[in-house]
């Protein structure tokens, strides 16, 4: 068998001082780890909610193949030209029917190597959504069995829908991992059909706040019932991720283990 391909994919980016951290950072991980492929969820880049059309081509730039999306993946309107014209941005595939672009991303990796990705939102402690299990099964459907990696983003909040999720396209894909909650979770395996999993992949995003935002602003919102913007936090810029590694020739997970990188300050 050829080596494996090894993919790194990157949870929810929270704000820009992140994602100038990822700018730094990418194009050293691609070379020390030997990276086919990075995915990151982008749905928080833009000062906490969404993502422009200026982040995403740096994101690009930097060497993201696919950048997916989450409940606050279309908050900033510019991105939906940039949707509709097919750029590799895997926005939920359960939104309404008229919602723009379509339920999945895909792209060419280096070798010729086809790597799609679909993301679903969950239901739980959600705002309603279609059902997430219907539009993976609708999804898969429409890609069909082609060759090449199959990605899913498990966008939700509760721990059983998302392994449920994972179970349910457990043998389709290569890796079904999570992200929304912005914490990663130890339960990263491969299931038995050879889908790499993880409840949640965690944020890139500061570790001195509340997900990534002023704990002082949250608990006040909290206890006074006052909404209020939350800006935030700055320094101790943590990455966080899951290192995936595949049977090209299967599109079967081999392994898959939990990506942290913490920065200074
Ligand atoms: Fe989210
Ligand atoms: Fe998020």
């Given at each position: 068998m050829e080596q494996p391909a090894r993919l790194l994919f990157l949870g929810d980016v929270v704000g820009d001082e992140a994602l100038t951290r990822l700018e730094q950072r990418i194009p050293i991980l691609r070379k020390d780890l030997g990276l086919l492929a990075v995915v990151v969820n982008g749905e928080n880049a833009a000062g906490g909610s969404g993502l422009t059309a200026a982040q995403f081509h740096r994101l690009r730039k930097a060497g993201v193949d696919v950048v997916t999306l989450g409940d606050?993946?279309?908050?900033?309107?510019?991105i939906v030209p940039l949707l509709e014209r097919g750029e590799p941005i895997s926005r939920?595939?359960?939104?309404?029917?008229?919602?723009?672009?379509?339920g999945w991303a895909q792209t060419e990796l280096a070798g010729g190597v086809v790597l799609r990705v679909v993301t679903v939102l969950g239901r739980v402690f959600m705002k309603p959504v279609d059902c997430p299990f219907d539009a993976l099964d609708r999804v898969l459907a429409e890609m069909g069995p082609g060759p090449g990696i199959t990605l899913v983003d498990l966008h939700a909040e509760a721990t059983a829908e998302k392994e449920l999720l994972g179970w349910h396209v457990d043998g389709k894909v290569a890796a079904a991992v999570g992200t929304h909650t912005h914490v990663p979770t130890a339960d990263e395996r491969v299931l038995p059909g050879g889908t790499a999993y993880q409840t949640d992949v965690g944020m890139?995003?500061?570790?001195?706040?509340?997900l990534g935002r002023d704990p002082a602003a949250v608990l006040r919102t909290t206890r006074t019932g006052l909404p209020e913007s939350w800006s935030l936090t700055g320094g101790r810029i943590a990455l966080s991720g899951a290192l995936i590694e595949v049977d090209v020739a299967t599109g079967r997970a081999l392994g898959i283990s939990r990506f942290r990188e913490e920065g200074p300050g």
């Open positions: 606050h993946g279309l908050k900033r309107r510019e939920p595939a359960n939104l309404p029917s008229q919602a723009p672009g379509r890139c995003g500061s570790m001195a706040g509340v």
